[in-house]
């Protein structure tokens, strides 16, 4: 009912991040919720999740190489529309990205025009973010209606220690054929179990650069 591939979008994004630690590297992560009860309004189920980590003992560059790698990745394989464009996000220096990324294959691909904000100081915090302008898509990824990322990372107290929050704001169309009760439900759960999914998917590719 929910498609899978919005959350594969997250990893995608991130798939520059493949290099390993050279020693081992633990984190740890709270249990994702949402932000809000999620809603079904006017045919479209939407909510935001979140989920807040902890990376210990990472021993590269920090926020500075996870910055490098985020600026390549967000160019890499895409087309691009504009961009770099300097910019200020959230009260850092950062750049901006107007692309168009395809995602998927078979029945479910789709093709999404977004808007990438990569920001830091390289000192006290990072942030990545992708907002969807348009999504165009077959199969279940059809009923995808918004796909937003924001991504923070702040350095912990200790040495090679970073605080990760990960957030993703979803809407998604309700098949005319499928009862609303049933369908908010099930949406809900599914998507709670693949952001989950997708978490464990993208911490070991930050850890990587960081």
């Known amino acids: 009912m929910t498609p899978p591939l919005f959350f594969a979008a997250l990893a995608t994004t ?9 020693s081992p590297v633990h984190w740890t ?9 999620p809603v079904l309004q006017n045919g479209i189920f939407s ?3 979140i989920t807040e980590c902890l990376i210990m ?3 590269g560059q920090g926020l500075k190489s996870l910055n490098t790698s985020l600026m390549l990745g967000a160019v890499r394989d895409v087309e691009v529309h504009e961009g770099p464009v300097a910019e200020l996000y959230r009260e850092l220096p950062g750049f901006r990205f107007d692309v168009t990324e395809k995602m998927g294959k078979g029945g479910d691909a789709l ?11 390289e000192h006290t915090r990072l942030y990545y973010a992708t907002n969807s302008a348009s999504i165009t898509a077959s199969g279940f990824a059809g009923y995808l209606r918004k796909m937003d990322t924001l991504l923070e990372v702040i350095p912990a107290d200790a040495h090679g ?3 990760l929050k990960l957030s993703s704001g979803i809407a998604i169309a309700r098949p005319w054929y499928a009862p609303h009760g049933i369908f908010k439900s099930k949406a809900e ?4 179990s693949k952001f989950q999914e997708a ?3 993208l911490i070991p590719k930050l850890v990587g650069a960081l």
């Not at 991130?14 to 050279?22: A, C, R």
């Not at 093709?111 to 100081?121: G, L, M, N, Y």
Request: some cysteine; charged content about 20%; proline content about 2%.
């Open 14 to 22: 991130l798939q520059l991040l493949s290099t390993s630690p050279s």
């Open 29 to 37: 992560c709270d249990s994702a919720k949402w932000v809000e009860a």
């Open 47 to 49: 909510g935001e999740l």
């Open 57 to 59: 003992d990472a021993n």
């Open 111 to 121: 093709v999404v025009r977004q808007t990438i904000h990569v920001a830091t100081d």
């Open 161 to 163: 220690s970073y605080k």
């Open 189 to 192: 759960a599914i998507t709670l």
């Open 199 to 201: 978490r464990e998917m």
